[in-house]
C-alpha cells in the first residue's frame, strides 16, 4: 500500500527577509563556513556552546529535580524553536536565522526561572544591572570561550539582534549598534520578531500542561478562560470517553495551532499593507508587523493572567520562589563580599573586572558566575557554603517563572 503526501504550498522568501547577501555580517570576519549558510553555522555554534548544554538543568517553571515530566529550558527552547521555524517558513522569513534566535535567546538565564533573574536583578540594581536578554548577548558576545581568535561565538549581526527584546536607553548606549533600535525606535527584523511571539506561545502552553501535570491548576480552572473554554468543549465533544490526560494533551495541541494560525495570518495581513522592501525598512517602521490580531491579543493576555494567579501565585510556587531567590541572595553576597571563594576562572574574572571597574566590575563577573549555574548547582554550592552538614537538598519542588 503506498502512502501519498502532499507538500503545501510555502512562500518565496519575502524581500525584506534576512539573507546571507543584506546581513550586517559578523564582528570579526570569517571564512564562508562552506556547506552551511552563515545563520546555520549560527545556530551550530549555539548547540555546542556549554550555554546551551546547561539549559538542561535549569528551571522553566519546576526546578529540574521535581520530575522528568516538567519542561526546563532546554526544553521550552526547543518548542520555541519548533513553533518558529513552522511560523517562519509559512511567512516566507529566514527559517535558519529564526532558529538561530529560538536557540540562543535564553541562553542568559538564571537558575530558578523568573523568580532568580529577579534576585539577580535586585542585587545588581546599584552595580549595572541584570537583565536576561542582555545577559544572553553578554554570554554569545564574551562568556563562551572556546575559539581560538575570539571571545564569545561572534555570531552574525541579526542573530544578536534578535536577543534583545528589551534594554534601557543606557545599556543600550553601551551596547551600540546591535541594541540601536532602543535609542532611536524602530523594530528588529521580522524574524526577531517572530521568535518573541512564539516565545510567548511557547510558554503559555506548556505552562498550561505543567501546571495541570502538577495538579497547581485544575481543569475546571482553565475552562475561565476565553482561550482554553472552548477547546475543552470541542474535544469533550469530539472524544467523550478520552481520559484525562489525552483530553489536557488534545487541548494544548489546539491551543497552540490556534494561535500559530492567527500569528501567520495576521501577519501576513501586516506585512502586505506595510509592503516592507528591505530589511532596513523593517526596522524603520514605529511598530511591529508579526503579531496576533486583536481578538487572539486578548485572549493570549487572559491566559497569561489566569496563569499569573492561579498558577505562579500558587503557595507552593511562592514557597519556592522564596527559598530559591534566598539562594540567589545569599551567593550573591557571600562572592560579592569575598572572591577569593569563588573557583579560579570566575575570581579570576572579579579580580580583572575589578581592576577596570570597580566594584561593580566585581559584582557583574558574580553575576556571572551565578547565572550560569543549574538549579541543582546552586542549591549544591549553597549548601556547601552554608549549610556543609547536609546532603543535596531533597525537598525542592516546584518554582516560579
Not at 546551551?52 to 529550558?73: A, C, I, P, S, W
Request: hydrophobic letters at 40%.
Amino acid at each position: 500500500m503506498s502512502i501519498v503526501t502532499t507538500t503545501p504550498p510555502f512562500p518565496a522568501p519575502l524581500p525584506c527577509a534576512v539573507t546571507e547577501a543584506n546581513s550586517r555580517g559578523r564582528r570579526i570576519s570569517e571564512p564562508h563556513p562552506g556547506h552551511r549558510n552563515q545563520f546555520q553555522r549560527d545556530r551550530d555554534r549555539i548547540i555546542h556552546s556549554g550555554a546551551f548544554r546547561r539549559l538542561e538543568y535549569k528551571t522553566q517553571v519546576f526546578v529540574n529535580h521535581e520530575g522528568d515530566l516538567y519542561r526546563t529550558r532546554l526544553t521550552h527552547t526547543l518548542e520555541v524553536g519548533q513553533i518558529a521555524r513552522t511560523a517562519a517558513q509559512a511567512l516566507g522569513l529566514n527559517v535558519d536565522l529564526v532558529e538561530a534566535i529560538a536557540l540562543a535567546h535564553d541562553l542568559g538565564h538564571t537558575p530558578f526561572g523568573h523568580a532568580g533573574q529577579d534576585a539577580l536583578a535586585d542585587c545588581m540594581a546599584e552595580l549595572g544591572g541584570f537583565e536576561h536578554n542582555i545577559q544572553s548577548l553578554r554570554v554569545v558576545d564574551t562568556l563562551e570561550a572556546r575559539y581560538a581568535e575570539f571571545d564569545g561565538l561572534n555570531l552574525t549581526f541579526e542573530t544578536r539582534e534578535g536577543l534583545l527584546k528589551r534594554c534601557p536607553a543606557e545599556r543600550a548606549e553601551q551596547l551600540g549598534e546591535v541594541a540601536e533600535r532602543f535609542i532611536h525606535g524602530g523594530q528588529p527584523t521580522l524574524e526577531a520578531q517572530l521568535v518573541n511571539v512564539c516565545d510567548g506561545i511557547a510558554y503559555n502552553s506548556h505552562d498550561v500542561d505543567d501546571g495541570l501535570r502538577s495538579g497547581l491548576i485544575r481543569v475546571c480552572e482553565c475552562r475561565e478562560t476565553d482561550l482554553l473554554a472552548p477547546l475543552f468543549a470541542e474535544v469533550e465533544g469530539a472524544y467523550p470517553q478520552l481520559d484525562e490526560r489525552r483530553t489536557i494533551y488534545e487541548v494544548v495541541r489546539r491551543m497552540i495551532n490556534i494561535q500559530v494560525e492567527d500569528l501567520i495570518q495576521e501577519s501576513r495581513a501586516r506585512i502586505a499593507a506595510a509592503n516592507p522592501q528591505t530589511v532596513d525598512a523593517v526596522r524603520a517602521l514605529p511598530t511591529p508587523l508579526i503579531g496576533f490580531s486583536a481578538t487572539m491579543a486578548r485572549h493570549h493576555q487572559d491566559l497569561k493572567d489566569f496563569l499569573f494567579r492561579r498558577l505562579y501565585r500558587h503557595y507552593r510556587v511562592a514557597r519556592m520562589v522564596r527559598k530559591s531567590q534566598q539562594v540567589v541572595y545569599d551567593l550573591f553576597a557571600l562572592f560579592l563580599d569575598d572572591p577569593g571563594l569563588l573557583p579560579e576562572q570566575p575570581r579570576i574574572a572579579a579580580e580583572h573586572g575589578e581592576q577596570r571597574h570597580g566594584r561593580p566590575g566585581r559584582a557583574r563577573a558574580v553575576a556571572d558566575y551565578i547565572a550560569g549555574m543549574t538549579d541543582r548547582f546552586a542549591i549544591e554550592e549553597h549548601l556547601r557554603l552554608f549549610r556543609p552538614e547536609q546532603s543535596v537538598a531533597s525537598g525542592w519542588i516546584g518554582c516560579g517563572r
